[in-house]
């Protein structure tokens, strides 16, 4: 192996590496940012949806710096069929806290 060789060796792994870890930042804007991750609830006009798979490859990038949200694959809650979302189709479900038995500070049941 020549040197030319060896080093396109080694920039294609530094691309490699790159690559995943851009991945995986978008995986961490996507949990942090838009509450998405696997089997989370998202809503759809009436629907309600389990998420499967995230395409962090649709995300877009806004003027403001910003990313779009991504198109994610999604299964009905009560079934199997698997459909595609838009970013702009869906909304992670925001469940309302339920209401306290017993009031704050209270030490009594």
Known sequence: MDYADSVQAVLLRKIQKAEHDLVQLKLDYCRFIFGLTHNTRVVSGDN??????????????????????????????????????????????????????????????
């Open 48 to 109: 309600a949806y389990l998420v499967r798979s995230v395409d962090v490859e649709s995300m877009e990038r806004q003027e403001d710096g910003t990313f779009t949200r991504p198109t994610i694959s999604v299964a009905r809650v009560n079934g199997s069929e698997e459909m595609i979302l838009q970013g702009k189709d869906w909304e992670v479900e925001v469940k309302v806290p339920a209401a306290r038995k017993t009031p704050l500070g209270s030490t009594t049941p």
